[in-house]
């Protein structure tokens, strides 16, 4: 399972957690040596660069042409819809009313549909 975040620096960050192993009780104690094994640890990952003006105000997931993707709305009034694979923008709209500038507003909630 893979989680993702945005941040005020503009970045997309996730974590993805390895599947949980089953582990069988051995009737006879081993060495320590031997029980220590080596788990799997998370993977994580960063997508984007750091810029203040493309802080992520909202993320959501999205289906496009039948693949599911990341839709984020940024500080400076883009929004796009990101792979959650490698981080690439398929798409992107600019939403004229929300900017970084002070009389210009923000995003209060985000939903795509294409109806």
């Known amino acids: ?10 970045l997309i960050k996730w ?3 390895p599947p949980k192993l ?3 009780r051995q ?6 040596e031997e029980k220590k094994e080596a788990g799997l640890q998370p993977l994580t990952g960063v997508f984007g ?23 984020v709305a940024r500080k400076n009034g ?15 709209i600019q939403n004229k009313h929300v900017g970084t500038d ?4 923000y995003f209060v909630g985000l939903f795509i549909h294409n109806k």
Not at 1 to 10: Q, V
Not at 78 to 92: A, L, N, R, T, V
Not at 102 to 105: D, L, N, S, T, V
Request: zero cysteines.
């Open 102 to 105: 002070e009389k210009q507003g």
């Open 49 to 71: 660069k750091v810029d203040k003006t493309q802080s992520v105000q909202k993320l959501s997931w999205v289906t496009l042409d039948d693949k599911k993707l990341l839709l």
């Open 1 to 10: 399972m893979r989680y993702f975040t945005g941040d005020e620096s503009g």
């Open 78 to 92: 883009k929004i796009q819809f990101m792979s959650p694979e490698d981080g690439s923008i398929i798409k992107e």
């Open 27 to 32: 009737k006879r104690a081993k060495k320590e």
């Open 15 to 17: 974590i993805s957690f």
């Open 22 to 24: 089953k582990e069988r």
